[in-house]
């Protein structure tokens, strides 16, 4: 039998990169801080087998469902959860050549999930024209602060030539679901904003024949780097991008840090009030580094474990299996916003759209119970 992921009592590990089971790894690596959250997927673009997810606690979407059991005296439509503004989309060009996965040679793969500080890292070895270079994304979804989630990228040139490395970090609208609404766009762009190294997008869900509420986004980010920034690039009216470019000498490292603050009109009356408060928690969190921001968030995480871990002596696998149950569970939810509700599949896909099913009463609300969560 194919083992996917290593056993290891804290972390959800392989190193092994497998493109058929990719969508599994996803599932299994998602992040969430109960106000929103994300599969597992990778911020640079990807040409082969993916499904790309972030999701937004109570920001949902009517399901035109057209199957053959919607029968006489079903309702009209199912609520589901829709995939928001992908903000972790990052894009590297080596030399002028896009970084893609799916086609590109690579070594030294490793993904790792770590439960305990709920932080996913990545890195990879690449091999394009000839050269070697080092790659290692990292990200979390802040516990500390429900609206930011950071992301961390360090490229090191192991090669002993110079390489040229352009960074395109991007916040992107252009997204679908694939389990619903048959690959219909939900968003519909009210503004782009952006300067040379910031970005921003306010969407709002597009209007219904169910006449449904209408949610609006707004998204954010700051990129901090040590390569230049080049000219300000609009590629379509529903995308930002801030790009980056300088060259690296044999063994020089560089990063990019990009914050990223999502507000909705769940917390804000209008849209005059959301836009404010996307401006100015951004402003706060920009100027900090990424260290700092993930001490505070893995500050509560520790708190979390505490007060629920169960250790299991003797078998690793029930052990790492218990904490991933726990792990998956409290990034659903944890008592913090009694508007939200735990999803069936929590951040990890789309399926069943993120509504309550009698399973939460039955498997889920018991675990709530025997742990000392916040109310």
């Known amino acids: 039998m194919k083992q996917t992921f290593e056993i290891t009592p804290w972390h959800i590990v392989t190193h092994n990169f497998n493109p058929e089971d990719k969508r599994l790894q996803e599932s299994m690596t998602s992040l969430g801080n109960g106000n929103m959250g994300m599969r597992g997927f990778f ?7 993916t499904l790309p997810g972030i999701y937004l606690g109570g920001v949902w979407f009517p399901d035109k469902t057209r199957v053959g059991w919607w029968k006489n005296g079903y309702p009209k439509y199912f609520g589901k959860v829709i995939n928001a503004i992908n903000f972790i989309k990052l894009n590297v060009l080596i030399n002028g050549e896009p970084v893609d996965l799916a086609t590109d040679q690579f070594s030294n793969f490793a993904l790792d999930l770590d439960m305990q500080h709920s932080q996913l890292t990545r890195s990879f070895t690449l091999t394009k024209q000839g050269r070697q270079i080092g790659f290692k994304f990292e990200r979390f979804i802040s516990a500390a602060q429900k609206e ?66 209408r949610f609006t986004v707004g ?45 909705t009109s769940r917390d804000y009356d209008n849209r005059a009030d959301l836009e ?37 002596d003797g078998d690793t696998g029930a ?32 399926k069943y759209g993120g509504a309550t099913y009698w399973d939460t009463e039955a498997f889920a609300v018991p675990v709530y119970l025997a742990s000392p969560i916040r109310p």
């Open 219 to 263: 998204v954010q980010m700051t990129n901090t780097t040590d390569l230049t920034a080049g000219d300000v690039i609009k590629p379509s009216s529903s995308a930002v991008v801030n790009q980056f470019s300088g060259d690296l000498a044999p063994n020089q490292s560089t990063q990019l840090t990009k914050h990223v603050v999502v507000v």
């Open 276 to 312: 404010t408060a996307m401006k100015t928690l951004s402003s706060q969190v920009a100027m900090k580094s990424y260290d700092d921001l993930f001490a505070a968030h893995e500050k509560i995480w520790a708190d979390r474990w505490e007060k629920s871990d169960v250790e299991i």
């Open 319 to 350: 052990q790492q299996g218990i904490r991933f149950n726990l792990y998956q569970l409290f990034s659903t939810y944890y008592g913090e916003d009694s508007r939200l509700n735990i999803g069936p599949k929590g951040f990890t896909g789309e």
């Open 43 to 49: 911020e640079e673009d990807y040409s082969g087998d």
């Open 148 to 213: 930011l989630a950071v992301i961390r990228l360090t490229v090191t040139n192991q090669s002993q030539e110079s390489v040229n490395v352009t960074f395109r970090s991007a916040l992107d609208a252009d997204v679908q679901n694939e389990d619903a609404n048959y690959d219909e766009r939900f968003w519909n762009v009210l503004k782009t904003d952006q300067t040379a190294t910031t970005g921003s997008i306010v969407a709002i869900t597009k209007e219904n024949p169910f006449g449904t509420p």
